[in-house]
């Protein structure tokens, strides 16, 4: 509710040991300065930001816009999709690429690695979701089921049943062994911009699935899906069950969910807000 304070920086030079010497226009202080970060303080309002460069930049591996990307539980490997239309699979520690992932048509809007960072997951504007090998670069797997363009995905414990959400406003359960889609586990009639899946806290009524889940179906007990949707409204869903958990709606589409334990979730709004909520009482 106070009015915004504005301030400059000036670069004066560099210091003997190559830091450089950086000065703050009134009402700001200029902290800690190394080579990769600056503190600057505001005495009067008691806050302080520090400002990092990051320590590698890839500059090779798109021409344009990044849509998404995933590191591999190891660390050794990353996976990108850009609007330049490609998605490839790169060295973590130096931006060597190693694998062309083609096979999608139009945009990928996102690619997640498997807990085994040797398998890849993704989902494209053509409705169509896609394994493939990270060793190799052959697509494993498609499913077809989404009448829209795939938004998002997640993975259920090490990967037997994958999830994906769509503009055609329904999340899907998969089983990746049979290359079949499971269930519908939300039709919201509006598009899911992004999903969570994650273990749900044990006080929590996740209700009972109307008939016996498929033997096909692997980690889907004591599971909620978060979805995110671009109709303002925040969803919690029993994953096996199906049925509703929460709904709260916020100020603006939600764009991404994530859990950051059990209890507690966070999402984000198109108008900038994030939410934490605890799903117990949202």
């Not at 060597?96 to 997951?121: A, K, Q, T």
């Not at 896609?130 to 009448?147: L, N, P, Q, R």
Request: proline fraction near 3%; include cysteine.
């Amino acid at each position: 509710g106070k009015p915004t304070l504005y301030g400059s920086l000036t670069h004066r030079g560099l210091s003997t040991e190559g830091v450089p010497d950086i000065a703050a226009s009134e009402g700001f202080v200029v902290g800690e300065v190394t080579k990769k970060s600056i503190l600057i303080s505001c005495p009067h309002e008691n806050v302080s930001t520090k400002f990092l460069a990051p320590y590698t930049t890839f500059c090779r591996i798109h021409q344009k816009s990044i849509t998404c990307l995933d590191i591999s539980s190891g660390g050794g490997l990353g996976v990108s999709t850009s609007t330049d239309g490609t998605m490839k699979i790169w060295q973590a520690a130096n931006g060597e690429i190693r694998r062309l992932l083609e096979g999608h048509v139009y945009d990928v809007n996102c690619c997640r690695f498997f807990p085994s960072g040797l398998v890849v997951l993704s989902g494209g504007m053509d409705a169509q979701l896609k394994i493939w090998s990270a060793e190799d670069a052959s697509c494993v797997v498609t499913f077809k089921g989404h009448k829209g363009g795939i938004l998002d995905t997640a993975i259920v414990d090490r990967g037997r049943n994958v999830l994906s959400c769509s503009r055609d406003g329904t999340a899907r359960l998969w089983d990746c062994g049979k290359s079949a889609c499971l269930a519908v586990i939300a039709d919201c009639g509006s598009p899911v911009n992004g999903i969570a899946v994650g273990a749900a806290d044990n006080s929590l009524n996740l209700g009972m699935p109307e008939k016996a889940p498929s033997e096909r179906e692997i980690g889907t007990e004591g599971k909620i899906l978060l979805l995110a949707r671009e109709d303002k409204k925040l969803q919690g869903v029993g994953l096996q069950s199906r049925q509703p958990v929460f709904l709260f709606v916020g100020s603006d589409a939600f764009n991404c969910c994530t859990f950051l334990s059990s209890t507690y979730i966070l999402a984000g709004t198109q108008d900038g807000n994030i939410y934490q909520l605890d799903v117990r009482n949202t």
